[in-house]
């Protein structure tokens, strides 16, 4: 699916726990595709990312695996801050992360937060990661605007 620049944007998941959320997954971000789907959607300005853990997202202590979990915070900066990226692309300047507790199978992991600042070729965004809304990562980040490719 591609955006109104003709760029490769989210695309629409139709079917299964996240029917109506959006995704870059499915070949538009390969490492995304690879290790998600993760997937976000906005309700009422409030945007919402999650993925369904699975077996290959576990460390050997049976917790979800921090590089992970810090993926999904990755991957959370963008959906945060999709709404001031519609006309341009972004890198991840930045990507700080604290672990607060384990997570593991069973429940959706989420992720919501707020952009805290945008510049002319900024952003800076923070959010917290939830499972059974117990909270297991905190997160912040900086996202250098960039040019989309023509």
């Known amino acids: 699916m591609s955006d109104e620049t003709g760029q490769p944007g989210p695309n629409l998941i139709r079917e299964g726990a996240f029917a109506g959320w959006m995704t870059w997954s499915g070949g538009a971000d390969p490492y995304e595709t690879a290790i998600g789907p993760f997937c976000f959607r906005v309700d009422d300005g409030v945007v919402r ?80 990661i939830t499972q059974r809304a117990a909270p297991l990562l905190a997160f912040s980040g900086t996202l250098k605007k960039i040019p989309k490719r023509a």
């Open 49 to 128: 990312a999650g993925f369904e853990p699975r077996h290959d997202h576990l460390n050997g202590g049976g917790s979800i695996h921090g590089g992970a979990l810090m993926s999904f915070a990755d991957f959370s900066l963008f959906a945060i801050a999709h709404k001031e990226l519609r006309e341009t692309s972004a890198v991840t300047l930045t990507c700080n992360s604290e672990f607060l507790s384990a997570g593991g199978l069973g429940a959706i992991v989420e992720a919501r937060g707020e952009v805290l600042r945008e510049t002319r070729t900024l952003l800076f965004v923070r959010g917290l």
